[in-house]
């Protein structure tokens, strides 16, 4: 009785932890898995928060509040046209998944845009794509994110004039 419990329980986690994904993560994931070159994680809130401290990025662990989980996919910028997709059409299907533009960060040779479908308590999405000259990084993350952090001296930072909490 007991193991059947602890596997109805395993069952019940992975069940909700699928369903938190958004449709969109999980179409970049289903369109690029088999690629090469294509890697993907998932970490809880607690484990995403200590990886931002000891990676030295305290201006993202500051800003990054109450974490619920993190996903993050790398793609490597050829595999978009091997798959015929561009980066332009997947924001497309963000914004079919209700993902509302939140701010665009331009870094050097990076173009950081943030994207929110808000939920209640401080449990919303955020979708982060990260282009660079070589690759996408495709970030999800469920929690809240102060925005007021992420604006240091030597980027620039444009945003949308709504106020999301």
């Known amino acids: 009785m007991k193991s059947f419990l602890l596997f109805l329980s395993a069952m019940l986690f992975a069940a909700t932890c699928s369903l938190a994904q958004s449709d969109s993560y999980l179409a970049l994931k289903n369109k690029f898995s088999d690629q090469s070159d294509v890697y993907s994680f998932s970490v809880g809130g607690w484990m995403g928060r200590a990886l931002l401290k000891m990676s030295g990025e305290h201006e993202f662990s500051e800003a990054i509040k109450?974490?619920?989980?993190?996903?993050?996919?790398?793609?490597?910028?050829?595999?978009?046209?091997?798959?015929?997709v561009s980066l332009r059409?997947?924001?497309k299907i963000l914004k079919q998944d209700y993902f509302?533009?939140?701010?665009?960060?331009?870094d050097?040779?990076?173009?950081?845009?943030?994207?929110?479908?808000?939920g209640g308590n401080?449990?919303?999405?955020y979708f982060v794509l990260?282009?660079?000259?070589?690759?996408?990084?495709?970030?999800?993350?469920?929690?809240?994110?102060?925005?007021?952090?992420?604006?240091?001296?030597?980027?620039?930072l444009a945003s949308n004039q709504q106020t999301h909490r």
């Open 100 to 106: 509302e533009e939140l701010a665009v960060i331009r």
């Open 66 to 84: 109450d974490l619920k989980h993190i996903r993050i996919i790398t793609i490597p910028e050829e595999a978009f046209s091997k798959q015929h």
């Open 122 to 125: 401080h449990k919303n999405h």
């Open 130 to 156: 990260v282009e660079s000259d070589h690759d996408v990084v495709a970030i999800e993350l469920k929690g809240y994110i102060d925005l007021k952090q992420l604006n240091p001296q030597t980027t620039t």
């Open 108 to 118: 050097m040779n990076e173009e950081v845009s943030i994207y929110l479908r808000e």
């Open 89 to 91: 059409g997947f924001k």
